[in-house]
Nanobody, 116 residues
Framework: EVQLVESGGGLVQAGGSLRLSCAAS????????IGWFRQAPGKEREGVAC????????YYSEFVKGRFTISRDSAKNTVYLQMNSLKAEDTAVYYC?????????WGQGTQVTVSS
């Protein structure tokens, strides 16, 4: 059974940092890309960052590029999202995501609140 479990959210002041973790299980971790999405109140869920399998190449949305860093640890089956220089507009529930064939898996989400 595929499981994605996020952790690391919390309340931080603007300009601060947080590191989110996504612990994955139930599939061959090294064979799949893992993404981070976020959803703010009243807004649609949006992609934040993605890390691909193989060469570990990364993608970032324009809203977080230069401030967020995604990485993966194959020994721990975990994907991280290091978030620096946080802004109030980064406030959202953050989800990790796995797309496997026709299936789309989500974690339960972790709340990030940035106070201005």
């Amino acid at each position: 059974e595929v499981q994605l479990v996020e952790s690391g959210g919390g309340l931080v002041q603007a300009g601060g940092s947080l590191r989110l973790s996504c612990a994955a299980s139930g599939f061959s971790f090294d064979e799949y890309a893992i993404g981070w999405f976020r959803q703010a109140p009243g807004k649609e869920r949006e992609g934040v960052a993605c890390i691909f399998s193989g060469d570990g190449s990364t993608y970032y949305s324009e809203f977080v590029k230069g401030r967020f860093t995604i990485s993966r640890d194959s020994a721990k089956n975990t994907v991280y999202l290091q978030m620096n220089s946080l802004k109030a507009e980064d406030t959202a529930v953050y989800y990790c995501n796995l797309q496997m064939s026709v299936y789309n898996y989500w974690g339960q989400g972790t709340q990030v609140t940035v106070s201005s």
